[in-house]
C-alpha cells in the first residue's frame, strides 16, 4: 500500500482564482509527477521531478506550474483557474519499476 | 511520440466469462505495468512486467508482456462484478527521462 495524499479532493472554483493542489508522499521517493485525466479517459503527463530543486514539463501543455522544494511534496499551482481547466489531477511517486497513485484532485471551474 | 494502444475500448460480459486486454506500441519499454482505476479515484497497480516474455499472475489475473517488450495483455478467467473498472497499461520510456506512457483505457464491465 502506496502512501501518498492529495488535498482537497474536491474543489469548486470560481474562474480568475489561484489555487494550490497538495501533493505528499511519505516514502521517500525522488521522482515524482503530476497527470491529468478527464472521467474514463487516458492519463496525460502534466509535470515531473527527478528530485528537490528539480521540474520538467510534461507531454500535455499545462498552464500550471510547479514545485519541488522538499523530496515529499510536489504541489501544483493555478494561477488564474478557468473552465478549460476542469479535471481529475492524479499526483503520483515512482522506484525504480512502481508508480504509485494518490486519490486524485477532482477540480471543476466555474 | 512514443504511443500505447489498447483494446478493447469497451467491454461488457457476463460474470463466469473469460476475457484478455491487449496493449501495443511500436516502441520499446524498459518495463510495464497494469493499474484498475475505479470512478473518482487514482489508479491502483495490480503489476509490474519487467522482462521479455514474462509471465505474471494475480488470482484469477495473468499479465504477460510481449519478448520484445513492446506489447502486453492482461487475461482475467471467470470475470466476477468486483472487476468492474478500467483498466489502464502504462509502459517505462527507456529514453531516461522516467516518464511513463499511459494507453487509452479499457472500460470492462461484468454484469451479475
Known amino acids: 500500500e502506496a502512501d501518498i495524499y492529495q488535498t482537497p479532493r474536491y474543489l469548486v472554483i470560481g474562474t480568475g482564482k489561484k489555487i494550490t493542489l497538495e501533493c505528499s508522499q511519505t516514502?521517500?521517493?525522488?521522482?515524482m509527477y503530476w497527470y491529468q485525466q478527464d472521467p474514463g479517459m487516458e492519463l496525460h503527463l502534466i509535470h515531473y521531478s527527478y528530485g528537490v530543486n528539480s521540474t520538467e514539463k510534461g507531454d500535455l501543455s499545462s498552464e500550471s506550474t510547479v514545485s519541488r522544494i522538499r523530496t515529499e511534496h510536489f504541489p501544483l499551482t493555478l494561477e488564474s483557474a478557468r473552465p478549460s481547466h476542469t479535471s481529475q489531477y492524479l499526483c503520483?511517486?515512482?522506484?525504480?519499476?512502481?508508480?504509485?497513485f494518490g486519490p486524485g484532485t477532482r477540480l471543476t471551474v466555474t | 511520440t512514443q504511443l500505447l494502444e489498447q483494446s478493447p475500448q469497451f467491454l461488457s460480459i457476463q460474470e463466469g466469462e473469460n476475457l484478455t486486454v491487449y496493449c501495443n506500441s511500436s516502441?520499446?519499454?524498459?518495463?510495464l505495468q497494469w493499474y484498475r482505476q475505479e470512478p473518482g479515484e487514482g489508479p491502483v497497480l495490480l503489476v509490474t512486467v519487467v522482462t521479455g516474455g514474462e509471465v505474471k499472475k494475480l488470482k484469477r489475473l495473468t499479465f504477460q508482456f510481449g519478448d520484445a517488450r513492446k506489447d502486453s495483455s492482461l487475461h482475467i478467467t471467470a470475470a466476477q462484478p468486483g472487476d468492474t473498472g478500467l483498466y489502464l497499461c502504462?509502459?517505462?520510456?527507456?529514453?531516461?527521462?522516467?516518464?511513463?506512457?499511459f494507453g487509452t483505457g479499457t472500460r470492462l464491465k461484468v454484469l451479475a
Open positions: 516514502m521517500g521517493h525522488d521522482k
Open positions: 503520483a511517486s515512482r522506484t525504480r519499476y512502481e508508480q504509485y
Open positions: 502504462a509502459g517505462a520510456t527507456t529514453s531516461g527521462t522516467y516518464k511513463y506512457i
Open positions: 516502441s520499446v519499454f524498459s518495463s
